[in-house]
């Protein structure tokens, strides 16, 4: 069964961390680029991050920069996202999903929904004091 699973998610305070884990199975994680998303009550979901096949080349949405960091260990078929200083407004249900190429595209359509698949069910994050 192709499938990927998230973990990792918790409540904690703002200025805290937390790690998520996307893992997959049923393939090859590591011939695929691999986004997270989220979504906040209310709004639509939103692209993160985004990692290379290889892990060489690593994208992120200008909120989270400087903060979140996009991880792979393909011996593992797993991707992390190191999440540093978290604030209220990061609070939302965290998902991933495998793109269809092996690079994560251009600035204008990285986060294009129709080029991922095999979503998660999404960890819940919440910040909050």
């Known amino acids: 069964q192709v499938q990927l699973v998230e973990s990792g998610g918790g409540v904690v305070q703002p200025g805290g961390s937390l790690r998520l884990s996307c893992s997959a199975s049923?393939?090859?994680?590591?011939?695929?680029?691999v986004g997270w998303f989220r979504q906040a009550p209310g709004k639509e979901r939103e692209g993160v991050s985004c990692?290379?096949?290889?892990?060489?080349?690593?994208y992120y949405t200008e909120s989270v920069k400087g903060r979140f960091t996009i991880s792979r260990d393909n011996a593992k078929n797993t991707v992390y996202l190191q999440m540093n200083s978290l604030k209220p407004e990061d609070t939302a249900v965290y998902y991933c999903?495998?793109?269809?190429?092996?690079?994560?595209?251009?600035?204008?359509?990285?986060?294009?929904?129709?080029?991922?698949?095999?979503w998660g069910q999404g960890t819940q994050v919440t910040v909050s004091s």
């Open positions: 999903a495998k793109r269809v190429t092996t690079g994560c595209g251009y600035d204008s359509s990285r986060y294009r929904t129709p080029d991922f698949s095999s």
């Open positions: 049923g393939f090859t994680l590591g011939y695929y680029a």
């Open positions: 990692i290379s096949s290889n892990g060489a080349n690593t």
